[in-house]
């Protein structure tokens, strides 16, 4: 029997129907700022698995404004999506978000100032917290600062990724735009006892990994078809 395996890495590959047309998405990372009040470090935590594996990390350093720019499509009121850490109990690393076209400030808002309505299960976790805004077309920035205390438990201050469309419904799930990975499989003709195809697949979130089995009666989740 002759099995011909094909696994394709679809890098960025996305749920079309799954998000809205006009979202714009940015990620932690693609931030800059001069001083060493925020960095960019790559996934640390288990508990709170990053969107592309690095996030903007602000809880050390001194005061600085990170800043990054986007371009939006059209005119119109926008939903403000921002992913970032929550901690247990007392955990907080508050910091702001504003929305700039040159120096004319057009949106503000703060975040992780008050503890989530439940703690995490795990010391932190990622929320999304969100809030909307006017916004004109246009390249327009980003730009966050840290609010009081200036350095924090390591386990907060941590962003993911923003995510902005004028869908106001829209609920984002990173899911959607992580990278995604295709298998194909086949398998040659021959004559041989019935077959399945297991995989294994590790996520670098939850659910951490999980057992999938391919056989002639399809697709199912678990370690070998029923």
């Excluded at 709170?48 to 939006?72: E, F």
């Excluded at 993911?160 to 298998?183: F, G, M, N, R």
Aim: charged letters at 20%.
């Amino acid at each position: 029997m002759r099995i011909g395996l094909i696994a394709i890495l679809a890098a960025g590959c996305a749920i079309a129907s799954a998000q809205p047309e006009d979202l714009i998405v940015v990620q932690g990372e693609e931030f800059a700022c001069e001083t060493d009040a925020w960095v960019a470090r790559e996934q640390s935590s288990r508990y709170a698995p990053d969107s592309a594996l690095r996030h903007l990390y602000g809880a050390a350093g001194g005061q600085g404004v990170a800043t990054t720019k986007i371009n939006v499509p059209a005119a119109g009121r926008y939903a403000v999506w921002v992913r970032h850490t929550v901690g247990r109990g007392n955990l907080r690393g508050p910091f702001r978000l504003r929305i700039m076209r040159g120096e004319e400030e057009l949106a503000t808002a703060s975040f992780d100032e008050q503890a989530p309505e439940s703690d995490p299960a795990m010391i932190h976790r990622y929320d999304w917290s969100h809030f909307e805004a006017d916004l004109p077309a246009g390249l327009l920035n980003l730009a966050i600062d840290k609010l009081s205390p200036l350095i924090c438990s390591s386990y907060t201050r941590q962003i993911d990724c923003i995510a902005l469309t004028t869908d106001t419904e829209y609920q984002p799930d990173v899911q959607h735009w992580q990278p995604k990975v295709w298998l194909r499989v086949r398998l040659g003709p021959a004559e041989t006892p019935p077959v399945y195809i297991h995989c294994f697949a590790d996520h670098f979130r939850a659910p951490w990994y999980m057992h999938f089995s391919l056989s002639k009666d399809g697709f199912e989740q678990r370690v070998a078809p029923t």
